[in-house]
């Protein structure tokens, strides 16, 4: 099992990828069938993944709840996280649980 630190620090950055894919999606077009790279939101802080997304799908995960990310395919953290959705071929949605989704909620954008 992950340490309390680790699963913290996964939080974190996942986080910080989603505020990234924030700005990525508030210059996509909601309308848009086009797909527009976000970056991949697992917990390692070396990914440099992208993952293609339409803005809708990317809201749909959003709307999700705070404790739901998108990844690159094989990306998932069975440690952090469980797979529950996705496009197999394109891109994963994870659920955090244990410290890794309490650091997620708390890191929540006020909407």
Known sequence: MASESRQARAGRNESLFREVNERID???TDLSPMFT???CECSS???LDHVSLTSQEYTE???MGPVYFAVTPGHAD???ERIVGGEA???D???KHGVAAEVAVELEPEP
Do not use: L
């Open 26 to 28: 508030e210059s996509a």
């Open 37 to 39: 790279e976000f970056v």
């Open 45 to 47: 802080d070396s990914c």
């Open 61 to 63: 995960v959003r709307h």
């Open 78 to 80: 069975p440690e952090i």
């Open 89 to 91: 071929d394109r891109y």
């Open 93 to 95: 949605i994870v659920e």
